[in-house]
């Protein structure tokens, strides 16, 4: 008699990301003034839970990838205090000078280094930091990029230090086949897609401390911490 073979069911694969990093450098740049009014208070409630799991800490050293219109930035900034350090990267000019302008009027801007760059290639020593924020970024990378910005994170943050990531989930669902038709014929302006976070950060090498599962738009989101070295 033959065995019934047991078939591990594959995850349905995420969808690529066909825009070039010019193009999505254009198109920050041309929202940047606008992006608060489209995205800001939607957005607003799930990047505070990720502040809040990432705690940052007086004196801590933090970055953040994807800083945008530079709320988090502000935040992290004020939490790590005068004896801390924030550093931001983030692919377009014209939200480096909203998030500038922001960090100028709290007096702040002397506690932050923000460059402009691709995160794929962070340009930060080994070890530098206690901690690693990033707010509906990561799903910004194409498929082969992810592993790649992620190993990066690994690097730059000290054993025991945190990565927190707010991220767009894929799970299935009307509402995410809806969104990811609308990534595939606007591919420029719906950049984004859901991503499999959790299993992500785990193929980095990193252990998941605590997710919390929240939607919008009826779109899953999930807020992961998660820790380089400590227990799984
Ligand atoms: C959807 S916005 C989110 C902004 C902010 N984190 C928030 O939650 O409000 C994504 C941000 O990532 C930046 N970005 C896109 N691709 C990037 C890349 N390859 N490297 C660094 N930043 C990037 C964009 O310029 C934009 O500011």
Not at 58 to 68: A, K, N, Q, T, V
Not at 157 to 174: D, E, F, I
Request: overall charge neutral.
């Amino acid at each position: 008699m033959h065995k019934p073979v047991q078939h591990t069911p594959v995850p349905a694969p995420i969808r690529r990301v066909a825009r070039s990093k010019e193009k999505a450098r254009a198109n920050y740049n041309r929202l940047s003034r606008w992006y608060d009014i489209i995205a800001g208070s939607t957005e607003k409630k799930y990047r505070d839970v990720g502040l809040q799991k990432l705690a940052a800490r007086p004196g801590e050293h933090i970055l953040e990838i994807g800083f945008g219109t530079g709320h988090c930035i502000l935040a992290l900034a004020q939490a790590v205090g005068e004896s801390g350090q924030v550093c931001g990267i983030d692919l377009s000019e014209g939200m480096l000078t909203i998030t500038q302008d922001r960090l100028r009027q709290a007096g702040l801007l002397d506690r932050v280094d923000l460059r402009v760059g691709d995160a794929a290639k962070l340009p930060f020593a080994e070890g530098e930091f206690d901690g690693v924020f990033m707010s509906f970024t990561l799903e910004l990378f194409d498929s082969p990029e992810i592993p790649v910005v992620l190993k990066q994170c690994y690097e730059v943050l000290k054993s025991g230090g945190r990565l927190a990531v707010v991220a767009l989930v894929k799970q299935p669902g009307t509402a995410v086949k809806i969104y990811e038709w609308f990534h595939e014929k606007m591919p420029v302006a719906v950049d984004c897609r859901p991503i499999y976070a959790q299993a992500d950060l785990t193929a980095a090498g990193f252990h998941i401390q605590d997710v919390a599962a929240m939607s919008m738009w009826g779109l899953p989101v999930e807020i992961i911490l998660a820790q380089k070295g400590g227990s799984p």
